[in-house]
């Protein structure tokens, strides 16, 4: 059963660079689709954008200009970067894997909270 | 605000019929298929509804979605209490070119 695990740093300074790994286990990342998604506290779902497994990517219009995903076929990795953090930018951030580039979210990650703050 | 639209909060008791609506524009769930996602307290969300009205393996024939124009609407009959969660309706908005949720639905069993 595919399992995805997020990993970062918990606590961010305004204007720094976010990076987060999402590691899939018990599957390949290949043929699929991985997403980032983020909940800030008390609010909904925002999708970020997502790589896919050949490293095609695709962002959120509204985060495009900081957001950069990479992915790493050999440990079964992919990666977020959000760079100028502000404290709109504390979430919970969750990756998700895609069957498709059109298809639902079929397999989450547990999430992991960032928190900017000076 | 979110792009699409759900009520806040619904209902219900024990054994009951639940709705749950989610209506948006002809870009987003006028022009592809909705999926549905139920958060329980403190978790990840777990994908509930695809395609408008597939289950995926392992959920309940209890939970139902359908779609008509541009709204989308989930059914869960016999309601139980460990189905008190957020729901979020979900579509890949045409205009965006990106995928919108809805601001979620807190279901609570009476």
């Known amino acids: 059963q595919v399992q995805l695990q997020e990993s970062g740093p918990g606590l961010m300074r305004p204007s720094e660079t976010l990076p987060l790994t999402c590691t899939v286990s018990g599957g390949s990342i290949s043929s699929y689709y991985w997403s980032w998604i983020r909940q800030p506290p008390g609010k909904g779902l925002e999708w970020i954008g997502y790589?896919?497994?050949?490293?095609?990517?695709h962002y959120n219009p509204s985060l495009k200009s900081r957001v950069t995903m990479s992915v790493d076929t050999s440990k079964n990795q992919f990666s977020l970067k959000l760079t100028s953090v502000t404290n709109a930018d504390t979430a919970v951030y969750y990756c998700a894997r895609s069957p498709g580039a059109y298809s639902s979210f079929d397999v989450w990650g547990q999430g992991t909270m960032v928190t900017v703050s000076s | 605000q979110s792009v699409l639209t759900q009520p806040p909060s619904a209902s219900g008791t024990p054994g009951q019929r639940v709705t749950i609506s989610c209506s948006g524009s002809?870009?987003?769930?006028?022009?592809?298929?909705v999926n549905w996602y139920q958060q329980l307290p403190g978790t990840a969300p777990k994908l509930l509804i695809y395609?408008?009205?597939q289950r995926p393996s392992g959920v309940p024939d209890r939970f139902s979605g359908s779609k008509s124009g541009t709204s989308a609407s989930l059914a869960i009959s016999g309601l139980q209490s460990e189905d008190e969660a957020y729901f979020y309706c979900?579509?890949?908005?045409?205009?965006?070119?990106?995928?919108?949720f809805g601001g979620g639905t807190k279901l609570t069993v009476l």
């Open positions: 790589i896919s497994y050949s490293g095609s990517t």
């Open positions: 979900s579509a890949w908005d045409d205009s965006l070119s990106g995928w919108v």
């Open positions: 002809s870009s987003k769930i006028g022009s592809n298929p």
């Open positions: 395609s408008n009205n």
